[in-house]
T-cell receptor
Framework: AQTVTQSQPEMSVQEAETVTLSCTYDTSESDYYLFWYKQPPSRQMILVIRQEAYKQQNATENRFSVNFQKAAKSFSLKISDSQLGDAAMYFCAYSILGPSGSRLTFGEGTQLTVNP | KAGVTQTPRYLIKTRGQQVTLSCSPISGHRSVSWYQQTPGQGLQFLFEYFSETQRNKGNFPGRFSGRQFSNSRSEMNVSTLELGDSALYLC??????????FGPGTRLTVL
């Protein structure tokens, strides 16, 4: 069974600074997808960034980037120039997308606090 | 394009009752997935429906069931409610082979 582990229950960062959230996963599949979702106090899950396992290049979305290490099964999220609006719970998630379905397996989450 | 909508947003039930939650996916999306979020267990997958057929199922008891209609709207039903069923229930829609977009959730409280 696939598992996703986030070892940092809480993290904090100063506004405008950079923070990295860690995630490791376990799978026997070779083709899969990894995601970072953000859940603010409103509880709305928002997709931050996605990474296809077959792509060697790390995904980036504006201030958000990932460090994907397939052999180590590691998938960290870097937030640059942190903003107050980045404060939220962040979830790392794994999925195999395709005709057989798109079930997401989530990590435990990391609560990010941004200090002004 | 309108996002995923879930109704009701909040619900209070008592033990032993049953409840039905509704989810309307993004227009054109044929897949609807349901997740349960609790402080103790985190986010857990319940089931996924695609074109009115259950395509995936998580490890939940048979009290949890769902269905999908021809317009892709989905409902999930929980019968004989237990205190432990109190949770945020999230619905997500997708084209069926791509990333999922989540609704705002339904907060269920079982007394």
């Amino acid at each position: 069974a696939q598992t996703v582990t986030q070892s940092q229950p809480e993290m904090s960062v100063q506004e405008a600074e950079t923070v990295t959230l860690s995630c490791t996963y376990d799978t026997s599949e070779s083709d899969y997808y990894l995601f970072w979702y953000k859940q603010p106090p409103s509880r709305q899950m928002i997709l931050v960034i996605r990474q296809e396992a077959y792509k060697q290049q790390n995904a980036t979305e504006n201030r958000f980037s990932v460090n994907f290490q397939k052999a180590a099964k590691s998938f960290s999220l870097k937030i640059s120039d942190s903003q107050l609006g980045d404060a939220a719970m962040y979830f790392c998630a794994y999925s195999i997308l395709g005709p057989s379905g798109s079930r997401l397996t989530f990590g435990e989450g990391t609560q990010l606090t941004v200090n002004p | 394009k309108a996002g995923v909508t879930q109704t009701p947003r909040y619900l209070i039930k008592t033990r032993g009752q049953q409840v039905t939650l509704s989810c309307s996916p993004i227009s054109g999306h044929r897949s609807v997935s349901w997740y349960q979020q609790t402080p103790g267990q985190g986010l857990q997958f319940l089931f996924e429906y695609f074109s009115e057929t259950q395509r995936n199922k998580g490890n939940f008891p048979g009290r949890f069931s769902g269905r999908q209609f021809s317009n892709s709207r989905s409902e999930m039903n929980v019968s004989t409610l237990e205190l432990g069923d109190s949770a945020l229930y999230l619905c997500a829609s997708s084209l069926g082979w791509d990333e999922q977009f989540f609704g705002p959730g339904t907060r269920l409280t079982v007394l």
